[in-house]
Every structure is written in structure tokens, then in C-alpha cells.
């Protein structure tokens, strides 16, 4: 079973840059899954951030998409999230997870359903001078 | 984009009660929809994908039923482990944006 640890500075200065690192376990980051970086400010809902595929591929949340770097490194087995120009609206708990694809054939077509069913424990980072 | 919108955002109940969830879509998402448990301090955890789906090792209790924009998470029986706040997810936006909604929180009677 994999296993994501999120890792990075809990404190970041306004303005700066906040990078996190995710570090998978128990399987291989070239697996065929996709991998997302999701964040959930204190007290509030989840946003989703975005994704990355081992190729490289990724999708972003447009309302994040400017200020947003995705990247994996295959070599160590993690995958990484950086984000530019930080406010204290950015001061959240970011979790890493794991997406899997489960593939239907039907009467209406092709179905490709992605879920979150791995997650790492989440790291706080507060955005504060 | 694609709005998810839950209600309640917060019910009380007790033990053995059942409890149902809506979730809604501002648009057909089919049955792109997943739901996740949350307690606090915890990860999310799957509970249900493809709108029925149940994830392995998940109590049957849980179900997840709907397509096109109305969907609905019941737990038949509620346990004290159930006490936690529920989260709807749509995947069915391309290229791919996962959307939460607000989330339930349920709580003791």
C-alpha cells in the first residue's frame, strides 16, 4: 500500500515562495496514477491545487494557476509543490494524495472515474512576517 | 467551472440514527462524484467513488446514490466513528479540476 509523507518550512514570509515536498512509499511514482497536492485552510473546506502525472503532465486550479509549479522528481521518488507570492490566505494544512482510475465500460461509453484514496497526514503552513 | 454546492452543512444525531447527505451539481457531472470523510486534525478519507462505489475496507453502512446533478451519501446506522465532516467531489471536469463542496459536518445529538 503507498504511503505520502508531505515535507517543508511550516512558516513562510509573505510574499515568498511556499515549497513542499511529497514523498511516496510502498510503490513507485512512475505507477500509473496521477498525484495531487490539496490544501485546507484552518477552520475551512478542501481546495484541490493541482497534479501531476510521472511524464510530467500536470493540471492546475485556475483560480491558483499563476502562482503554481508542480513538479516530480522520479529519481527520489517524490513529487513537489511551490507556490509564489504568498498572502496569509495561503496559511492552510496541504495534504499530498494519490488519484485512482477505475475504468468502466458502459451502454453511454468509456467512464474514467478518479477518486483520492491514498493521503498523506498533511503539514501546516502558516504564511506570517 | 463546476459548483458543488451540500446540505445540510450540519446536522445533529444519535447513534443508530440514519442520515442522509445531498450533494448538487451546477451542472451534469454524470456520476463523476466521490465522497470523503473528515475528522478533525485527520486526512480526508474515500469513502465512495463513482457515485456508488463503495472504496474497500469502507462499512456497508455508508452508500452513495444519484447521478447527472443530485447525489446523496446515507449512512444507515450511524456509529460513534461516524461523527465527522463529509465532503462531495466532482471529477467528471475536463481537463480534470477537482471541486469539493462546503461539506457536512455531523455531529451528536
Known amino acids: 500500500q503507498v504511503q505520502l509523507q508531505e515535507s517543508g518550512p511550516g512558516l513562510v514570509k509573505p510574499s515568498g515562495t511556499l515549497s513542499l515536498t511529497c514523498a511516496v512509499s510502498?510503490?513507485?511514482?512512475?505507477?500509473?496514477?496521477?498525484w495531487s497536492w490539496v490544501r485546507q485552510p484552518p477552520g475551512k473546506g478542501l481546495e484541490w491545487i493541482g497534479e501531476?502525472?510521472?511524464?510530467?503532465?500536470?493540471n492546475y486550479n485556475p483560480s491558483l494557476k499563476s502562482r503554481v509549479t508542480i513538479s516530480v522528481d522520479k529519481s527520489k521518488n517524490q513529487f513537489s509543490l511551490k507556490l509564489s507570492s504568498v498572502t496569509a490566505a495561503d496559511t492552510a494544512v496541504y495534504y499530498c494524495?494519490?488519484?485512482?482510475?477505475?475504468?468502466?465500460?458502459?451502454?453511454?461509453?468509456?467512464?474514467?472515474?478518479?477518486?483520492?484514496?491514498?493521503w498523506g497526514k498533511g503539514t501546516t503552513v502558516t504564511v506570517s512576517s | 467551472d463546476i459548483q458543488m454546492t451540500q446540505s445540510p452543512s450540519s446536522l445533529s444525531a444519535s447513534v443508530g440514527d440514519r442520515v442522509t447527505i445531498t450533494c448538487r451539481a451546477s451542472?451534469?457531472?454524470?456520476?463523476?462524484l466521490n465522497w470523503y470523510q473528515q475528522k478533525p486534525g485527520k486526512a480526508p478519507k474515500l469513502l465512495i467513488y463513482?457515485?456508488?462505489s463503495l472504496q474497500s475496507g469502507v462499512p456497508s453502512r455508508f452508500s452513495g446514490s444519484g447521478s447527472g446533478t443530485d447525489f446523496t451519501l446515507t449512512i444507515s446506522s450511524l456509529q460513534p466513528e461516524d461523527f465527522a465532516t463529509y465532503y462531495c467531489?466532482?471529477?467528471?471536469?475536463?481537463?480534470?479540476?477537482?471541486?469539493f463542496g462546503p461539506g457536512t459536518k455531523v455531529d451528536i445529538k
Open positions: 494524495a494519490s488519484e485512482r482510475l477505475r475504468y468502466y465500460y458502459g451502454s453511454g461509453g468509456d467512464y474514467y472515474y478518479y477518486y483520492m484514496d491514498v
Open positions: 451542472q451534469s457531472i454524470s456520476s463523476y
Open positions: 463513482a457515485a456508488s
Open positions: 510502498g510503490g513507485s511514482i512512475s505507477s500509473s496514477n496521477w
Open positions: 467531489q466532482q471529477s467528471y471536469s475536463t481537463p480534470r479540476l477537482f471541486t
Open positions: 501531476i502525472y510521472h511524464s510530467g503532465s500536470t
